[in-house]
């Protein structure tokens, strides 16, 4: 009898540590259990629908002021300072002729200037003293204003054999060399002001058909040897004449050139702007928005839906959606769907409304996300 009962009591025993086992916190909680059973749901916030279009276009830098120098008069090059990307100030020389020939011929017309003047002066004399006749006085006064006229010409050669600068810039091209006979009106160097600088992009002729340049606005640039800074520009000119390959208008931006940076002609650019919807009262409304591509799917039906996912975690809602035309960053949603929701953009088709989901955390992947 005293050996069944310490059996018994031996049997007591381990069942008890048996549920000491089972009820030891290191068991896992009921709370942790149901939540390895919520599906993580990747998703997007719907965003309202602005009355206007942020369009995003390509662009290259060219000078604001640009020209091409050159001499008026023929000769050969004695000085030249171009050297291309150097600094110039407006009236400096930028290259000089031989003036030799030239200053000769200005000295000759200017003595012949002289004596006309003498007889000039004489004959007039005599002219109101009656000693000479009218016609003398005439032949007189023809002859020294062609002497003056002829030496303003020889003054004004002498002077065009100096190529100045006609404003602040810089030198973008030389494109002879010292010593060269020069023909008058032949390219010497390429002077460009980049204190100001355009930005030349290519619109659409939709664009420029509703509206043109006054649809654009908030225009902002960033260079891309900049970097990620954005600036303030406005439309200077735009050209009525399509590209024959493109079909494309060319729109001119102006703005004035960062400071801490040096920006030439030829970089390239991306130009931000806001494009005024055509026809906003017909085709807009407040409670439109903007979802992704991928967070619609096609029902049975033929119409469209969306999952609409709790911020926490609960139940997927299936909505039906009116949906709009694609945007480069979406597609527009025109009813069924309110700004601030958020809808799931994977696996649609694997959803269902009895399914407890919670939308994924940024970076993360499978069940841990």
């Known amino acids: 009898m005293t ?18 086992r089972v009820c030891s916190p290191t068991s896992p909680k009921a709370e942790d259990r149901n939540e390895s059973l919520v599906r993580p749901i990747p998703t ?31 000769g050969q090059l004695k000085e030249l300072n171009a050297l291309e990307g150097r600094k110039v100030k407006k009236g400096e020389v930028i290259a000089r002729l031989d003036d030799r020939d030239y200053r000769n011929s ?35 006064t023809a002859a020294y204003d062609m002497a003056k006229a002829d030496m303003k010409i020889r003054e004004k050669a002498l002077e065009d054999t100096v190529l100045l600068a006609p404003f602040d810039g810089i030198i973008a091209t030389r494109l002879v060399e010292n010593h060269e006979h020069i023909q008058a009106k032949q390219t010497i160097v ?44 406005s439309v200077q000119e735009f050209s009525v004449q399509a590209d024959p390959v493109t079909r494309t208008y060319e729109l001119i931006l102006s703005m004035d050139a960062p400071k801490d940076i040096s920006i030439f ?15 906003p009262v017909k085709d807009w409304n407040a409670s439109m928005t903007i979802v992704p591509a991928n967070a619609v799917a096609t029902g049975d039906d033929g119409g469209f839906y969306v999952w609409v996912i709790e911020e926490k975690e609960g139940h997927p809602k299936r909505a039906k959606v009116e949906v709009g035309a694609p945007r480069d960053n979406g597609i527009e949603i025109r009813s069924g769907l309110k700004a601030g929701d958020r809808v799931a953009i994977a696996g649609l088709n694997s959803l269902d409304e009895t399914m407890l989901v919670r939308p994924m955390r940024d970076g993360g992947e499978g069940l841990d996300g």
Not at 3 to 20: D, E, F, P, S, W
Not at 55 to 65: C, K, L, S
């Open 106 to 140: 200005f000295d000759a017309a200017k003595a012949s200037y002289a004596d006309a003047k003498r007889n000039f002066d004489r004959t007039k004399v005599l002219r109101e003293k009656k000693v000479v006749p009218e016609a003398d006085f005439d032949s007189a």
């Open 190 to 233: 390429s002077i460009q002001d980049i204190s100001c600088i355009e930005v030349i992009l290519q619109v659409p002729e939709r664009l420029v058909a509703h509206g043109g340049a006054k649809s654009l606005s908030n225009i902002n640039v960033r260079l891309d040897a900049d970097g990620g800074r954005w600036f303030k520009a």
């Open 3 to 20: 050996k069944n009962r310490y059996i018994i009591l031996g049997a007591v025993a381990v069942l008890g540590l048996i549920a000491i």
């Open 44 to 74: 997007a916030v719907a965003q309202p629908l602005a009355a206007v279009l942020v369009r995003e276009f390509p662009g290259r830098v060219r000078a604001t002021r640009r020209v091409n120098l050159a001499f008026s008069v023929n």
């Open 265 to 279: 002609p030829g970089m390239t650019a991306n130009v931000k702007a806001e494009v005024i919807r055509h026809n």
